[in-house]
Nanobody, 116 residues
Framework: QVQLVESGGGLVQAGDSLRLSCVFS????????MGWFRQAPEKEREFVAG????????VYADSVKGRFTISRDNTKNTVYLQMNSLKPDDTAVYYC?????????WGQGTQVTVSS
């Protein structure tokens, strides 16, 4: 069974940076496409960024394009989300997702809070 463990969240000020990590275990990592999602209070979970199993270019939500960068290290079974120029609107619980075909696995999430 796939397990995902996120880390790196915290309380920061607007303009600061954070790097989230998501460690994958339980299966072979490289065949899975990976993504980051977030859910703010009283809002739906939304897509933030995704990266293919081939570790190509990431795809991003318009709201984070140019500020966030997704990457993966297949030797460490880890996907990262580098978040720069953080804004209060980025405050949310951030979730990691692994996807292969119809199979989807989610982590427990890590809280990111950006104060103004």
């Amino acid at each position: 069974q796939v397990q995902l463990v996120e880390s790196g969240g915290g309380l920061v000020q607007a303009g600061d940076s954070l790097r989230l990590s998501c460690v994958f275990s339980g299966r072979t990592f490289s065949p899975y496409s990976m993504g980051w999602f977030r859910q703010a209070p009283e809002k739906e979970r939304e897509f933030v960024a995704g990266i293919s199993r081939y570790s190509g270019s990431g795809v991003y939500a318009d709201s984070v394009k140019g500020r966030f960068t997704i990457s993966r290290d297949n030797t460490k079974n880890t996907v990262y989300l580098q978040m720069n120029s953080l804004k209060p609107d980025d405050t949310a619980v951030y979730y990691c997702r692994a996807q292969q075909g119809s199979q989807n696995y989610w982590g427990q999430g890590t809280q990111v809070t950006v104060s103004s």
